[in-house]
């Protein structure tokens, strides 16, 4: 079951060249999974009720272009599969014009509440009814970030405050994106734009816990400018990986 949604891009989503960041986009995204999950009765609440909860783990979008201030954008998103422990969610993002401007694809899985262990999707949910076959994507899966290399060096730290977190108070799944995106100056953005990003999630990170994020920066197989950010908690245990290419 395909659900479509609207997005307007306001102006505290847009960046110093008037379009919306990468950061808004991956919200939009995660906004239209929850709203879908929610309309077919599988949604956080609902989870919630149960003792149970959804966790992204790993997240990728393609971007050929970004949405303007003011322009508005519209998000599809289905149930690709479903396995014992992970779903696979896609994404299609069409533009004002119509046209298709960006794919995402995300994989998550459940847990429950209280032993924060993973559940059967297919015993705890009834998600394999939604799965819509044969709607393709030409994003690719999501990938798996390699660790930065020996040439990485700490780009930032943090100490995660209030405007980070969510209702769960640990960090929002976008703040780790937005940490490392604050770490390039103004003229990157000018200079070119983000084609692709992949995120993995590993452990969360809590209000007030101090994070670092090291980066390494290489070229991908397609010939990219590939950067690898690897985000630590204060035992240097890896919370999040991230890999951003540029164009």
């Known amino acids: ?11 505290h989503e847009v960046d110093c060249t008037k379009h919306a960041t990468m950061t808004a986009v991956g919200a939009y995204v995660l906004n239209a999974a929850g709203l879908a999950a929610a309309e077919n009765h599988f949604g956080m609440n609902d989870m919630h009720a149960r003792g149970l909860a959804w966790v992204v783990s790993r997240l990728a979008i393609e971007m050929r272009e ?5 322009e508005t954008i519209d998000v599809e998103t289905w149930v690709a ?3 014992r422990m992970a779903s696979t969610r896609h994404f299609r993002i069409y ?12 994989l998550w899985s459940m ?3 209280t032993t924060r262990r993973p559940v059967d999707l297919r015993e705890k949910t009834n998600l394999s009814s939604f799965i819509e076959e044969g709607e393709a994507v030409s994003i690719a899966k999501p990938r798996k970030v390699a660790e930065p290399g020996a040439e990485a060096s700490t780009v930032r730290t943090h100490t995660v405050a209030y405007s980070d977190i969510d209702m ?17 100056p103004l003229e990157r953005f000018e200079a070119g734009r983000i084609a692709r990003c992949d995120i993995n999630y590993s452990h969360e990170v809590r209000y007030g816990e101090k994070i670092s994020a090291v980066k390494e920066e ?13 985000i630590r908690n204060g035992e240097g245990r890896t919370c999040c990986r991230i890999a951003i290419e540029w164009v």
């Open 1 to 11: 079951m395909i659900k479509r949604y609207t997005f307007y891009i306001y102006p």
């Open 66 to 70: 970004f949405p303007k201030e003011y």
């Open 81 to 83: 599969d479903c396995g």
């Open 95 to 106: 533009g004002s014009g119509g046209d298709v401007i960006g794919e995402a694809t995300s």
């Open 111 to 113: 847990i429950d509440i």
């Open 168 to 184: 769960n108070r640990h960090a929002n799944s976008m703040k780790y994106l937005q940490w490392v995106l604050d770490t390039y």
């Open 218 to 230: 290489t070229v991908g197989a397609d010939g990219r400018e590939l950067h690898l950010f690897d």
